[in-house]
């Protein structure tokens, strides 16, 4: 059951029946001339209402199932398939209307932040066919103050209009809160709870402690004395085995952008790598399968739509097609195929289209254009060609039809001798597994063994320049260990350094679960599921005591049941300024995985950075005060100091309550070529550039905003950062802007 998308035609009849802005009365409620019952607070909002994998009928094809309706005013859209005895299939959709004569809603920003001054509308609809005194009441809560304002206001709505009242508060506290409403009416009432989330007014810092949890884990996170207060947090996360790791990943990987093939291949490829892992391990999990179906068939039709004419495909669908992310295209449609049911052309004409762009000596040189292929300085440097070969072997070699493989193969074995980066020889290792040589690769990952970095029991390895896909700095180690484990797993070669090498992976974890970018997300995933046996393993039966500043947290039972997903336990209101002493102590012999995080905002700097960012973003407001319906324009300037060019910047443009967005103004940065595309999401506008230029030459462009209602808060900030170095980024710093 999805919700339906009734809420932008009551949108447009609000603002039809009355402007925002228009007076309302204010008074006290008094006594009603009957003492009606106070009416039920509808707060259950949910997008999804219920999801059923798996539903039997009865000998005569039917079926019985009784839901309670959640509390939105929408029409709900119910959606089955169905599969007989013998094999026919079937479907249908209908809605589900929920309607009643007279209600309200409170119109909040996606966000807001601390100290932000806002004017919150109350929609008002009363569709009886007789006019109604309407009596609203603002419940009172600490997290907000009103301005000038009182919490009871009176309007009398008239039969079958959409009104708006409004109520202007200041926010104090961070964190999610929930304001309610009520409307008595001389006939019908109606009572309303949304939350918004509020954000501390400062500068967020992640803490992050990884560990294997096979014996006592103490830790120790600090929080500064002038953090802000009520914006610390403090959580645990107790992992049984690789799977429930991999699905954490899964779930915040779908909070990254999804805007090109790349994306919605990262977004696509781990559901195809968990589906295939459940299958060949004889896990049956209904509910993971059915979902992991439905973002597989939405991803495929996608990526199917970035598809070049002639062959080939692009980040954004446009010639020239591109050969590594082609390649990279490939492997995933080869892997989808093994759970999912695909054109199988599709994998045949895009084999065939990599074999045409190859050279006669049987390389593959990166393209030079657009979104290049992760050359190292030079496209045409002997490195950037054996990176590239390597790579889009091991894609072809991965359909099985080995048919014309023999020059790259021959290729790669010259290139051997004079290359020593653990990256590369992974990339070569895989390839000659995929082809069946694999003793080939074993001698290849015996010299990349030799090279492994040691540090504190574990394994891993770096490398130098980028990666065939841009990868560098950080998530770059991440991509190049994975390769290297996936190497050695599927070779069954070097357990112990693969092992250790898997421990190193799951240390580098991020507070959400991922690895930093998406391509060493991915490459992570897969060598957790590879190696699932043989890392931290899956358990029954352990207890887990957890324990913050001496005070025992109720404990966690950890059994064969629950032991394919993360467990997250909140320590937040433990949390206290200084040090946090933090200890999991498990009962049982397992070697389980356990992540702590600690979040705090210091207050903001008013001093000048230090030093000057890699990539740098500043934005200048064409005012800061303005009218409600007033146009605000907005200048961005990005610079990127390094010597070379940057590939796919992406930049987050931060989004002010209580401004709508000129989607018009975005259009043309795209129609000027300056942007490949723009995503417009909640409080922010994402923007995807090909590439900009090196140093330090600015790029200038400029988008408008318009004011809806007054207002006196931040604009949040805007962030600038590298895809596939996301780690290489800036922040511009916020601005107060008033609508009166």
């Not at 394919?564 to 946090?580: A, M």
Request: glycine share 8%.
């Amino acid at each position: 059951w999805d919700a339906g998308a009734m809420g932008g035609i009551l949108e447009e009849e609000m603002s039809q029946a009355i402007p925002f802005g228009a007076p309302v009365k204010s008074q006290g409620l008094g006594e009603p001339t009957e003492s009606p019952a106070p009416p039920r607070v509808r707060r259950f909002f949910p997008e999804t209402l219920h999801w059923q994998p798996q539903l039997l009928t009865d000998e005569s094809g039917h079926a019985q199932l009784e839901l309670s309706l959640a509390d939105s005013i929408t029409t709900w859209r119910l959606a089955g398939s169905a599969v007989s005895k013998t094999g026919q299939l079937g479907s249908f959709e209908q809605g589900i209307r929920v309607f009643q004569d007279f209600f309200i809603d409170i119109d909040f920003p996606a966000e807001l932040t601390q100290n932000d001054e806002v004017t919150v509308p109350i929609a008002v609809f009363n569709y009886l066919d007789e006019t109604q005194t309407i009596k609203l009441e603002a419940s009172q809560e600490d997290w907000f103050e009103l301005v000038d304002d009182s919490a009871q206001k009176s309007i009398s709505a008239l039969p079958g209009t959409a009104m708006k009242a409004s109520y202007r508060i200041r926010v104090l506290k961070p964190g999610r809160h929930a304001l309610t409403v009520t409307a008595i009416g001389t006939k019908l009432s109606d009572a309303v709870e949304r939350t918004v989330r509020v954000v501390p007014d400062g500068t967020r810092i992640e803490q992050v402690v990884n560990s294997k949890l096979n014996q006592t884990v103490r830790e120790t996170i600090r929080i500064p004395a002038n953090a802000i207060e009520g914006g610390s947090d403090l959580f645990v996360k107790v992992y049984p085995g690789a799977f429930s790791q991999v699905l954490e990943g899964m779930d915040s990987i779908f909070r990254m952008p999804d805007g090109c093939f790349e994306q919605t291949s990262s977004t696509t490829y781990p559901n195809v790598l968990v589906l295939n892992y459940l299958r060949e391990t004889g896990q049956p999990k209904p509910e993971i399968e059915m979902k992991a179906l439905e973002f597989i068939n939405a991803g495929y039709q996608r990526l199917l739509s970035y598809e070049v004419d002639g062959g080939g495909f692009e980040w954004f669908g446009s010639p020239p097609a591109h050969n590594i992310l082609t390649a990279y295209g490939l492997m995933e449609f080869v892997d989808m195929a093994k759970v999912f049911e695909i054109d199988p052309d599709v994998v045949t004409r895009t084999r065939a289209w990599l074999l045409t762009r190859r050279e006669a000596n049987g390389s593959w040189v990166p393209s030079s254009g657009g979104i290049a292929e992760g050359a190292i300085n030079n496209f045409q440097s002997p490195d950037a060609v054996l990176r590239a070969t390597a790579y889009i072997t091991w894609a072809i070699a991965q359909t099985g039809d080995l048919s014309g493989l023999d020059a790259s193969l021959a290729f790669l074995e010259s290139g051997l001798a004079e290359e020593s980066d653990a990256y590369t020889l992974a990339l070569i290792a895989n390839a000659f597994v995929s082809a069946n040589r694999v003793d080939d690769a074993v001698k290849v990952i015996g010299r990349i063994d030799d090279v492994a970095i040691e540090k504190d029991d574990f394994l891993f390895w770096n490398s130098a320049g980028e990666g065939v896909t841009y990868g560098r700095g950080e998530s770059f180690d991440v991509e190049t260990t994975a390769l290297v484990v996936q190497a050695m797993l599927r070779t069954q070669s070097h357990p112990e350094s693969s092992q250790k090498a898997l421990d190193w992976l799951i240390s580098q974890r991020d507070g959400s679960g991922t690895w930093h970018s998406t391509q060493a997300t991915i490459q992570a995933m897969r060598a957790l599921l590879l190696g699932a046996t043989a890392s931290v393993g899956s358990v029954s039966d352990v207890n887990v005591t957890i324990t913050a500043n001496g005070q025992t947290v109720a404990p966690l039972a950890i059994t064969q049941e629950n032991s394919d997903v993360f467990h997250l336990i909140s320590l937040t209101e433990f949390v206290r300024p200084g040090d946090n002493e933090v200890t999991l102590t498990i009962d049982g012999d397992a070697n389980l995985a356990c992540q702590i995080v600690g979040i705090h905002y210091d207050p903001r700097s008013t001093l000048p950075a230090p030093f000057s960012p890699v990539l740098g973003i500043t934005t200048n407001y064409s005012t800061q005060q303005l009218a409600t319906d007033d146009l605000l324009k907005v200048e961005v300037t990005l610079t990127y100091r390094r010597p070379e060019s940057a590939p796919m910047t992406l930049v987050d443009l931060g989004i002010p309550p209580g401004f709508d967005v000129e989607l018009e103004s975005f259009q043309r940065l795209v129609n000027s070529g300056l942007v490949r595309r723009f995503e417009p999401k909640g409080r922010q506008v994402t923007l995807y550039f090909d590439s900009i230029p090196g140093e330090g030459v600015p790029v200038v462009f400029e988008y408008s905003l318009r004011a809806k209602f007054p207002v006196k808060a931040q604009a949040p900030a805007s962030v600038a950062y590298q895809y596939y170095e996301p780690e290489i980024r800036d922040e511009s710093a916020p601005v107060l802007l008033t609508v009166e």
